[in-house]
T-cell receptor
Framework: ETGVTQSPTHLIKTRGQQVTLRCSSQ?????VSWYQQALGQGPQFIFQ???????GRGNFPPRFSGLQFPNYSSELNVNALELDDSALYLC???????????FGPGTRLTVL | QQPVQSPQAVILREGEDAVINCSSS?????VHWYRQKHGEAPVFLMI?????EQKGHEKISASFNEKKQQSSLYLTASQLSYSGTYFC??????????????FGKGTKLSVKP
């Protein structure tokens, strides 16, 4: 197993721009969740995808959207970036019915 | 609603014990515990389910008081490797660990030699 990977590691954008973050889950993990972690805070649930469909969403506006692909990869897209979007974005995947979520190392997004 | 963790930070000497608490004002189905070391991804420690079931793969114990909606993580004979920030994540509906976790703000644990 290669674990959960995310790209890019760091990203700097300006307000109003759009960004796409990528996550590659472990083989067989059909559920992926995305979290936003501000500095000094716990991860905040953005949304979850199960078998390529959204399966739950946290308190985030529609400009946060996602996709999940059959090859266990997924994307988080954020439109019209705001300064408050600066954070560490984590993806986490799990086996069907599994309790444990396997987190990736995250993408550090800075919005200027 | 975000669970409340206490204490916010704790400093231990190797071999000492610590307890980290997590409480929610809402009825819970499960409580999950994760540890995150600086600059790294959170790592699963344990899940405690309503009804008493527990699953974990670390030498760390925990409890879940369903009536009080509280969970405690017990770190005994602490080691340097225990250092990190501990998060509890609460889940209100059935679904295993299917995401939808609400995490607390974390408890920073530092173990000194």
């Amino acid at each position: 197993e290669t674990g959960v990977t995310q790209s890019p590691t760091h990203l700097i954008k300006t307000r109003g721009q759009q960004v796409t973050l990528r996550c590659s889950s472990q083989s067989g993990h059909n559920t992926v969740s995305w979290y936003q972690q501000a500095l000094g805070q716990g991860p905040q649930f953005i949304f979850q995808y199960y078998r390529e469909e959204e399966n739950g969403r946290g308190n985030f506006p529609p400009r946060f959207s996602g996709l999940q692909f059959p090859n266990y990869s997924s994307e988080l897209n954020v439109n019209a970036l705001e300064l408050d979007d600066s954070a560490l974005y984590l993806c986490a995947s799990s086996f069907p019915g599994g309790y444990e979520q396997f987190f990736g190392p995250g993408t550090r997004l800075t919005v200027l | 609603q975000q669970p409340v963790q206490s204490p916010q930070a704790v400093i231990l000497r190797e071999g000492e014990d610590a307890v980290i608490n997590c409480s929610s004002s809402k009825a819970l189905y499960s409580v999950h515990w994760y540890r995150q070391k600086h600059g790294e991804a959170p790592v699963f420690l344990m899940i405690l389910l309503k009804g008493g079931e527990q699953k974990g793969h670390e030498k760390i114990s925990a409890s879940f008081n369903e009536k009080k909606q509280q969970s405690s993580l017990y770190l005994t004979a602490s080691q340097l490797s225990y250092s990190g920030t501990y998060f509890c994540g609460t889940e209100r509906k059935y679904g295993g660990s299917q995401g939808n976790l609400i995490f607390g703000k974390g408890t920073k644990l530092s173990v000194k030699p």
